[in-house]
Structures are given as C-alpha cells and as structure tokens.
C-alpha cells in the first residue's frame, strides 16, 4: 500500500510547492486539496481559516496520508501548532522552512520578507527567524499587488515590472539585506521580475522549494520515504470549478496531471 | 538545563559542520568529539570505524546530548543505521543532506560527487540519491589527492589549481553535470579552487552547510531547538595533540572557543 503525501492550500498557490515535491521526490504519491471556492484567505478571521483548513484535513486523513504539508502561508500561521498536537502523523508548513533556508543562505543577518498582509501582519517569519537566531534583522513588507498580479496571468512584461518595482521600493533602501524570502506560494511565479528588480546580490528563497527539501529530510529521518516499485500517483481536489483548476494545476504540473475532481467541504 | 548538539568526526574535517551549526543555530550550545589520534578513517576496516564510532558516541551520550550528528563521511556510511536503531535521540549523518540538497538543486538530473577513496568506494551517494529519485544520473570520483593538500594548508595558490585540475579531469567531459557534491568534511576549505575549475555552470554542494539545516528541520520539527535566554558554550575534545587541535579549530571556529583538551577513548 502506497501511502501519499497530502497538501492543502487555500487555492492554486500551493501548486508551486506540489511541483517542486514532484520533481525532489518523483518515487512518491500525491493527493492535493486547493479550496479555491474560499480563497483567499489572507483577509479571513482566524477562527474562518481554522475552520476550513481543519475541513480539508479531514477530508484527506480518510485518504490515508502520510504526511501533511500545508502549503498557504495564512493557514501555517494560524493551524501549524494545532495540527501538530492533534494528528497522528507528521505536519510540515511553509514558514520555517523558509526562514531556515534564509538564515542558512545570508552572510549579512539582515533578511527581506515579501507576503500577503495577513502574512506580513502575523509577524510568523519575523518570529521563525528570530526563534532560530535572535542576532537577524528582519525587513517584512506586504506586497498586496502581487496576487492579483499573478492571478491576471502577467508573469513578465511591462505591468508586472512596474507593480514589483512600485511594490519593492521600501526594501531598496537596505544595502545590507543579502536574501529575500517570497512569503506567498503565488510568488515564485514572478521570481524572474522580483528578482531583476531587487538586484542580483540579493538571494531569492521560494518557499515551495524548501518546504519539498525539509519534506524530504523529514520522511528520510523517520524512514518514510517509499522505496517500492510502484508509480507514482497525482490526485487533485478543488473547491471550486474543476476546469479552471484543472487548467492552471496542468500549467503547472505538466503531464502528470491524473485526476481533478470537485469536492464538498 | 541546555543540552548540547554532539559532534563526531574521524578528525578536523566536521570543524566544517560544527561552524556551519555554530552560524546557523547561534543558540545551541556544542561539544565536538575529533578521533585526530586514529585518523584518517577512510582506508580503514569497517569493523575498526564502527567500534572507533562507538567509543565516541559512549563518551559524547554521558555529556547529555539531545542530537548526534555524524560528521565524517565513512563513519555515516558504515555506522548510520546502526545508532539510529541504537540510540534514544536524533542521529543525522552527512551523505543524505548533501543528496536531497544536490536533488533540490539540479535542474538537469546529472549530479556529480567527489570523496576519499573510501566513501566512493562504499557508493554511499549514489545509493542515498537513487534511493530519493532513481532518474539521476551519478559521476562519482575518488580525489586522494585532497585531502593531503588541505592539510598541508594549500588552500589556493598554483599548487592547489594544479591538484584539482589534475583530479577533476574525468568530471569534465560531462556537459549535463549541473551539480556538485563535496563528499568529504575538508574538501569545503578548497571550495573556490573547485568551483573556479569545474566552471561556475556547477552548483556546488557542501555536506557541512546542508548537514548544519537537516540539524535545524529535525530538531525544529522535534521541537528540540533551544528557547532559553543561557548562552550557548562551545567544547571541543581530541583524541590527539591538544595544541595542534586548538589551533586548527580556533582558524576555522573564531572566537568561539570555549574549551579544547585531550582525551582518551
């Protein structure tokens, strides 16, 4: 029996760190859980998003998984701790990997983070960073454009340079800040812009990427990896309408796309 | 209380990985265990690294660490397994941060890894890659002439150049080798060197700063990281000359040492 790992985000954002778990670990299995019919939930009460995040648990503990990633940065700041203490197997969020991939990056201690303002007023990197070396000066902005920037399809070009280049102008002031965290599964989507803008000395660390790397370190540790001969497989659920989501989950994903279906949380 | 990270190595060579802990955990308090006297480990029998393994660990578990990490290649390769099964807390060698990083970081799923003779002949690395993606492709390569040369403290310089020019030879007909592992705790001291002759197209892996963050995620994860306000110490023990020893790690560790003596296992 193939045991997968399930992901959960508020819509499509957390497809960046799906594929990235596709490419670090193509030996396993995949259900994903997007509730695009609520999204955002950036500017949702605490309790709404504990509440719905504890729906889609539910729904993919019946489907037997192994690990939980929960790929939205909101829904980390608000359920990580409880999610943790309630269920029986491993829990992982977007946060402190991030901020440990940052710390393990920067030679200056002085560290940019870019999110959603539920984000950015949680203060959840700050305190990540912090919690691990209190000798880092932390610069946190929001970045409210970005979103629908990403959602709008303007990956490049002219607008999405000049939204990024207005959006960053704070963080251009901080000579000494050598890495820049993308607080927002959204943002490695415009990684090439942000990163023209804010210079190339800045090192840009992508949230999905790293959340797959600890993934991997931690099913390695516990010996959970899984090391039969079965093909992989990739289930994806949304919320929301299933061709739009399918249509934007295969951008993303490519081919191995191998079911989409609409669910009722 | 402030339980320490315990550190083993055959030798210097995990000073590497104590600094890069020391940088991204500032909080955590060190004790650094160096077999100088029976060093190297690499042409050695595994039956002698596992029982040489053993007395260090039997004298770092009455010093009350809360992890162990295995910094010397050949000892993880022969001993991982057993003192995970063995051991009541956390045990992290150096061949799997440094593979799921290489993994993390390849776009082109050819990945390169240098090392004593001994660890590649063991295929420690490319068993820990496969077994995370059987699609990569390996080119190992044993560079005996390193190891020496760090030690004779010929970090660059024409000597150096030379060297690595010489040993890497074999690594340079392969255009798709976009990453590579340095499979051996000394070989970060020749880093640049490396870099400057495999060509700034490779990505270069060190065990130590990889190692360093697996350390961060597991004990993160355990919620085992350090919350209090107690400054962190730094111990350092060799089997060997304690001089010698002082003066190695106080080059590689700064300031920061605390305490250096001799010991016998």
Known sequence: ?????????????????????????????????????????????KE???????????FLMKKNIKML????NTATAFTLDILRKELPIPVIGVILPGAR????VS????????????TINSKAYPQALLSI??????????????????????????????????????????????TLILGCTHYPMIKDVIQEVIGHQVTIISSGEET???????????????????EPTY???????????????SNWIGEKLDDVETIIL
């Not at 030679?107 to 539920?118: K, P």
Request: glycine share 10%.
């Open 107 to 118: 030679q200056t201690a002085e560290i940019g983070v870019i999110g959603t303002q539920g």
């Open 101 to 104: 991939a940052a710390i393990s």
């Open 133 to 178: 070396n209190d000798g880092i000066t932390v610069q946190d902005l929001a970045c409210p454009a970005f979103v629908p920037l990403v959602e709008s399809g303007a990956f490049s070009g002219e607008k999405a340079y000049q939204v990024v280049r207005d959006s960053l102008q704070p963080l251009m002031h901080h000579p000494k800040m050598d």
């Open 212 to 230: 797959a790397r600890e993934v991997s370190a931690i099913l390695g540790y516990q010996r959970k990896l899984y090391q039969g001969e079965q």
């Open 1 to 45: 029996m193939k045991e997968p790992i399930g992901v959960i985000d508020s819509g499509v954002g957390g497809l960046t760190v799906a594929s990235e778990l596709i490419r670090q670990l193509p030996k396993e299995s995949l259900i994903y859980l997007g509730d695009t019919l609520r999204c955002p939930y950036g500017p949702r009460t």
């Open 69 to 72: 990633v929960i790929a939205c």
């Open 48 to 58: 709404e998003v504990i509440t719905y995040t504890w729906e889609m648990v539910r």
């Open 235 to 249: 289930q994806f659920y949304t919320t929301g309408e299933r061709e739009v989501f399918a249509q934007i989950a």
